[in-house]
């Protein structure tokens, strides 16, 4: 059986076990005639010991208007947030600090996060979690 033909690659970050078929996922899959209620049912089913994290989802969409989706680790920001106890960033990056964030809270995130991000090293990791956490607002020690 030849593999099926790619048509596009959809990313959307959706709360964890409680997507719904209003935005951004209706629309996202509806222009590719998807049938939104069948990822969305799977999506919760497979996030649902997650709930309360933002998950993302690489959906792949085939020609035959079938698709399957993978899902990663929540955003580098979302778990800075979590770790630190944080609601939001600052919203004035540089000037306001939203917290405080040490070498050893980035490298654990950073070994969390490994597989999602583009490094070698927990070094490599860490240093782009403080740079997330620089632009967010956060001071990085």
Same mark, same amino acid.
Request: charged share 25%; with cysteine; aromatic share 4%.
């Given at each position: 059986?030849?593999?099926?033909?790619?048509?596009?690659?959809?990313?959307?970050?959706?709360?964890?076990?409680?997507?719904?078929?209003?935005?951004?996922?209706?629309?996202?899959?509806?222009?590719?005639?998807?049938?939104?209620?069948?990822?969305?049912?799977?999506?919760?089913?497979?996030?649902?010991?997650? $709930?309360?994290?933002?998950?993302?989802?690489?959906?792949?969409?085939?020609?035959?208007?079938?698709?399957?989706?993978?899902?990663?680790?929540?955003?580098?920001?979302?778990?800075?947030? $979590? %770790?630190?106890?944080?609601?939001?960033?600052?919203? %004035?990056?540089?000037? =306001?600090?939203?917290?405080?964030?040490?070498?050893?809270?980035? =490298? =654990?995130?950073?070994?969390? %996060?490994?597989?999602?991000?583009?490094?070698?090293?927990?070094?490599?990791?860490?240093?782009?979690?403080?740079?997330?956490?620089?632009?967010?607002?956060? $001071?990085?020690?």
């Amino acid at each position: 059986m030849p593999a099926k033909k790619v048509k596009t690659v959809i990313k959307l970050n959706l709360p964890a076990g409680t997507a719904t078929p209003a935005p951004p996922v209706g629309p996202a899959l509806g222009q590719h005639g998807l049938p939104i209620m069948d990822f969305v049912r799977a999506y919760n089913d497979k996030t649902a010991k997650q $709930k309360g994290q933002i998950i993302p989802a690489v959906i792949t969409v085939y020609t035959d208007r079938t698709f399957s989706f993978i899902t990663k680790l929540p955003p580098v920001a979302e778990m800075i947030k $979590k %770790k630190l106890g944080l609601e939001k960033g600052s919203g %004035k990056a540089g000037r =306001e600090q939203a917290g405080m964030l040490t070498r050893q809270i980035a =490298e =654990e995130i950073g070994k969390e %996060k490994m597989a999602d991000l583009n490094c070698d090293t927990v070094e490599a990791a860490a240093k782009i979690v403080m740079g997330t956490a620089r632009s967010m607002g956060i $001071k990085v020690e």
